[in-house]
């Protein structure tokens, strides 16, 4: 078998050396999100109104339906003319993302 060794192309001492790279990975999270590190106040009053109920108001219940109903239209659409796919799934789970981040934004920070 030692004349397959062509085959397999250079070993690791036939190889020059490579500089390692420095990887510099991108933020993650937007820059309103909560910070990471010890609960200060302002961080504490975000965690506290992230997981606190927020009873919706009339106009705020309006609001939340036109969403809705804006983001059903837009994923009937997705689905009539985008090929069964992956990336079609995919958008209909972002679009049901989108629309219900959009309602906790209005429950969250409705005049605030």
């Not at 200060?40 to 506290?48: A, L, N, P, T, Y």
């Not at 799934?89 to 920070?109: F, K, P, Q, Y």
Request: net charge positive.
């Amino acid at each position: 078998m030692r004349f397959l060794g062509w085959l397999r192309g250079p070993g690791p001492k036939d190889l020059p050396p490579v500089a390692p790279r420095r990887i510099v990975h991108a933020p993650t999270e937007p820059s309103h999100a909560i910070s990471r590190g010890s609960a200060s106040g302002d961080r504490r009053k975000e965690i506290s109104n992230r997981f606190t109920y927020h009873p919706p108001t009339e106009r705020q219940i309006k609001r939340y339906g036109s969403l809705r109903t804006r983001g059903k239209e837009l994923a009937f659409l997705i689905d009539e003319i985008c090929p069964d796919s992956p990336e079609k799934e995919t958008a209909l789970v972002r679009l049901d993302e989108v629309i219900m981040h959009a309602n906790a934004s209005i429950a969250r920070h409705e005049g605030s």
